[in-house]
């Protein structure tokens, strides 16, 4: 495709985006070349917007623009991403607060058994306790109605 371009001092913004069209169009059919890129749909519709506009246009202007999308879109990811973690930690600990408070009500019922048991074990001691005496209050009775006993038969 071979197109031919008339470029003048003070062309109609109307002329000049034809110039723009037909080299998309020409770049389009035939995009092994190196100016492919430069004339790209999203470029040359920029441009169009420009000229439309009143303004320049600055190839550099446009590369800062994308530029600057991109790192607002790579920090609106990040920011996404980090919002995603906290949400993540803040339900860990949530989690892990649950899991010590059940540890805690878990420790505070055994540290009540283990001290209904000890006191379990110290009345059964000190019914033990008794009995002991009560026995050897008995074995005393005992020694001592054998003795009378003996004194009895002898």
Known sequence: MEIRLKIENDMSKAEEIDILKKLRDAYTIHPDNYLTILFSNRFINWA??????????DPMEYIMEYITAYSKREREKEIKDLKEKLEEAQQGIIEMNEVAHNLTETARYYKEEQYKLECLVSEKISQIDKRNIKLNELENCIVNFKAKLYDLMA
């Open 48 to 57: 169009i917007e420009n000229i439309k506009n009143d303004f320049p246009v």
